[in-house]
């Protein structure tokens, strides 16, 4: 009977060194896991930075390329302005003349008539 209680006793001695064992295994495998994730995080931060970077830079371009079609479109549009004001200027003289020409016509229209007109009364 007390052979089979050292046999017991060293039986359970076995299974907790095992246990304990295990565990120590357990416990370094999760820490290895545990490094193993945290540097795929740092890698993946890193690649997101990266893209971000990126993206940043793209959206800066992008800007700027509307800044300065912007820019140019003002730039067409003052040049449009200036044109027609000047067209306006243009067609402004242009009615002028055109107006002095019409008086000046219906005057001497209005003097031949005044002529005639005496013309005949003598």
Known sequence: MEEVKRETAATSEE???RHSGQMFFLGSW???EIRDLRTEIRELRKELSAVEIGLRQEIKNVEDGLRQKD???RQE???VEQSL???IIAFRQEMKGLFWA???IALAALAVSISVAIKIWQ
Do not use: C, D, M
């Open 102 to 104: 019409t008086i000046g």
């Open 30 to 32: 999760v820490q290895g």
């Open 71 to 73: 820019n140019t479109l």
């Open 15 to 17: 299974e907790e060194y």
């Open 77 to 79: 549009l003052k040049n």
């Open 85 to 87: 004001r000047q067209e």
